[in-house]
């Protein structure tokens, strides 16, 4: 397993998703088998909840559509289909959803293969195999599956297994054993592949061997699958160069298979980033491998280079990004690049190996002209969308003067071999973009529309960003289509005419900024981020991290959004207020209204998601909410927070789904606001920032700021005051009463400058005491003015 991040031991006490589920939606738990072979008919089944009147399949694979035809009825547990994927698609794994006359559910990962496929029947004994072969099985608990396979002296094949890279918490573990029950290899991590393996043996001997794979904890589920794929494909995971220009050609090694070049070609697009290319043996069987998409001349390292005055030359390109790659062959092998770089440089420098697939922990080192080295680094802390991650080697550096720079890079714990492969991306900072939507799947009714809320991360880059729908059918559009200069979030309608196609699909969103005078811009993909299978939840309520694979999915999932048009509904749903502000220890009631076709007259209910929302019956939830049925006497309802002791000052967007049934077919609209919570008070200052000189008294008037739901009393009492200022012990103000005056005594001695007195206020809300460690109170004492002459 890579070392992205270490993923904390909690005590679990129950699971959650963290993708937004509609109570419309199917929810699959499993895809039976997680495979399909190119080119030929595949019978899957899928089992879970809610899967009656399964009409079809969404995948994320690229390219010509694959086809798909229901096998009879499904029912609600169960749905099965013939899937029969072109034969040009590409190897990899992708994302699968079931879509129901109710709308699209979870997302589940699965294989797309060119091996013949096998399932493993249901028995103890081993199975005899024939390679090449790709077998699914169960993962069984406390289980040994074995396999038996004919071989002759000399012979070489590849194995691999894929479990954890399903998304599914499966380690697995490989054993071969000769004609004589020896074990003759055992395989289990590779790095790259999260908990899985491909690896390569030559057997020694003629005749029936075996094959073991099994959890290494002797765990497994009901619900989980692995593959044991065999043949004569490359035991490789990286790709060198790992990354290539768009729309491009260029023959790449496999370091790992040496006599195995491939030829590799791109996409057209230079905002997709990433791929998986096929890589195959002569007149062989074939795997896959990552690929990067980056604008930019590669460089390869050229040994040795083990010392700075043997540093690979890398004759920098003028403008534009560069990428250099290399490989430790061997442990204690480090690499040196010489770059000549100019006074006024701005450069980023981005290190990459586990997300090619290689095994290297990079650190990087600058060394200037002089010798001297201004930055050394690793891994880089960060936290995205509230989750913290540990990222690979990367820095900016501003370049103070001309000259030749050397930049080492080496592994932290000086290990090497083939599977060592890395890069380094180097690129003068400019302006650039970072959009993520939350929901990656919409079911959107015809003459309807769904919220999309997205929000824009810029660097560089201040104002409008311009966003454009690709892929969608006629019919789909976005409103709004522009992120205002002043916001970060915006919460779009992807709304569908009537005349929008009855389909199931994918669409992609762009965002485009453009500086004001046309010579800058910046371009990306709105990314998402899908839950696969479940994130763990401790006993208060606090998620742990989520495994690597659940965070490092197939790049053809996160930068596209899966859409299903469905026919038009009987109502629609309209949120009055689009803010609800709620005082803590109070409750906080919002207006749903219901406009109804005249035909209809069935009950709407609601769900309420986002923010500390959670289950009233789960104590430790701090936020939750009671939401009534409307029905058709009664357009308009009424919702109602509640908040627990530790609910937490903040304003966060709610996701309203309104559901409703009309004629067997369960139809979600949903609707966002934002609930802002806020104390009952919160006191201040009037005014700008209070000035005096020493011995003055100084008359402040401090301000309530109750909330409107409450008039208590409050009691702003002083923690700590600086030496030299006086002010009272307590400061009440009175049910009702807005502002309160009192004075701060300055001593004729006090030292002039910025005093700050914290202070602590309180107030009985309800049949709780509200406690803020605020305001801090800030006074600037003046120097003496100085007395005149005489």
């Not at 035909?599 to 998601?609: E, I, L, N, R």
């Amino acid at each position: 397993m890579s070392r992205l991040f270490a993923v904390c031991s909690l005590l679990l006490l129950r699971f959650c998703l963290t993708d937004a589920v509609c109570q419309a939606a199917p929810f699959v738990e499993q895809v039976d088998p997680p495979v399909l072979q190119r080119g030929v008919a595949n019978q899957i089944t899928l089992r879970g909840r809610e899967l009656d009147q399964a009409i079809d399949l969404w995948t994320s694979v690229p390219g010509e559509p694959l086809q798909i035809v229901p096998l009879g009825e499904s029912t609600p547990t169960e749905a099965r289909f013939e899937v029969t994927p072109p034969s040009s698609a590409p190897l990899g794994l992708y994302g699968l959803r079931l879509a129901t006359r109710h709308g699209l559910g979870n997302v589940h990962l699965f294989l797309l293969e060119e091996l013949p496929v096998s399932r493993r029947p249901d028995t103890n004994e081993p199975v005899a195999l024939t390679a090449p072969v790709c077998m699914a099985a169960p993962c069984r608990s406390a289980a040994i599956d074995r396999y038996t396979l004919d071989v002759k002296a000399g012979q070489r094949l590849s194995f691999e297994v894929v479990g954890s890279r399903l998304g599914k918490d499966y380690d697995p573990l490989v054993t071969l054993r000769n004609p004589a029950g020896q074990q003759i290899a055992q395989h289990d991590n590779d790095v790259g592949l999260f908990f899985d393996c491909r690896f390569s043996h030559t057997f020694a001997e003629t005749g029936v061997h075996t094959i073991e794979v099994s959890d290494c904890r002797y765990q497994g589920d009901e619900h989980w699958n692995y593959l044991l794929r065999v043949g004569d494909f490359p035991a490789a995971r990286w790709l060198l160069p790992s990354s290539l220009p768009p729309d491009s050609q260029q023959t790449v090694q496999l370091p790992e298979s040496p006599a195995t070049p491939q030829q590799i070609d791109t996409p057209e697009v230079a905002w997709q980033r990433e791929a998986y290319r096929e890589i195959r043996t002569p007149g062989g069987t074939a795997a896959w491998a990552p690929l990067a998409i980056r604008v930019g001349e590669n460089f390869l390292e050229s040994e040795p280079n083990d010392q700075p005055d043997q540093a690979t030359p890398v004759p920098i390109p003028a403008p534009g990004p560069f990428v250099m790659h290399g490989l430790f062959d061997r442990a204690g092998d480090v690499d040196w690049f010489a770059l000549e770089l100019k006074k006024g440089q701005s450069l980023s420098f981005t290190g990459v190996s586990r997300d090619l697939g290689g095994a290297a922990d990079l650190e990087l080192a600058l060394v200037d002209p002089n010798g001297r080295e201004l930055r050394r680094i690793d891994e880089v802390a960060q936290k995205v969308r509230e989750i913290s991650y540990r990222w690979e080697a990367r820095f900016d550096m501003n370049i103070n003067a001309d000259g030749v720079y050397q930049l080492l890079v080496r592994d932290m714990a000086s290990d090497g071999g083939p599977g060592f492969g890395y890069r380094v991306e180097v690129a003068e900072l400019a302006p650039s973009l970072d959009l993520f939507a939350e929901h990656a799947r919409l079911t959107v009714p015809q003459e309807s529309w769904q919220p999309i809320a997205i929000t824009a991360q810029r660097t560089r880059c201040a104002g409008p960003i311009e966003l454009t729908l690709l892929g969608a059918p006629a019919g789909v559009s976005l409103e709004p289509s522009v992120i205002p200069a002043d916001a970060s979030e915006i919460v779009c309608r992807l709304q569908a005419s009537g005349e929008a196609p009855l389909q199931v699909g994918s669409f992609q969103i762009v965002g485009r900024w453009r500086s004001d005078d046309g010579e800058q811009t910046a371009v990306a993909l709105v990314q998402t981020h899908p839950a696969i299978d479940q994130i763990e939840v401790d006993k208060d309520n606090l998620r742990s991290e989520p495994r690597e694979n659940q965070v490092s999915l197939p790049p053809s999932l996160t930068d596209r959004f899966a859409l299903q048009i469905t026919p038009p509904t009987p109502f629609t749903i309209e949120l009055p207020a689009a803010e609800t502000v709620m005082t803590k220890y109070q409750t906080a009631r919002f207006p749903i209204v219901v406009v109804r076709q005249p035909a209809f007259d069935g009950p709407v209910d609601f769900t309420a998601t986002g923010g500390q929302i959670g289950d009233e019956s789960e104590s430790r939830e701090q936020v939750y909410v009671h939401l009534p049925t409307a029905v058709a006497d009664q357009p308009q309802v009424e919702g109602e927070f509640f908040n627990r002791i530790n609910a937490r000052y903040e304003k966060k967007r709610v996701d309203l789904s309104a559901t409703t049934a009309v004629e067997g077919r369960r139809i979600t609209l949903m609707r966002t606001f934002d609930l802002d919570l806020r104390p009952a008070f919160r006191p201040a200052l009037e005014g700008d920032l209070p000035t005096a000189e020493p011995g003055q008294t100084v008359r402040l008037k401090m301000l309530a700021h109750r909330s409107d739901t409450w008039q208590g009393e409050v009691t702003l009492t002083p923690q700590q005051s600086p030496p030299g200022v006086e002010l009272p012990e307590t400061i009440v103000f009175p049910a009702g009463v807005d502002a309160v005056e009192f004075d701060v005594q300055l001593a004729d001695d006090i030292t002039p400058g910025r005093k700050s007195i914290r202070c602590q206020s309180t107030g009985e809300v309800g049949r709780y005491q509200e406690n803020l460690n605020e305001p801090n109170i800030s006074i600037n004492v003046q120097k003496p003015t100085p007395k005149p002459k005489t």
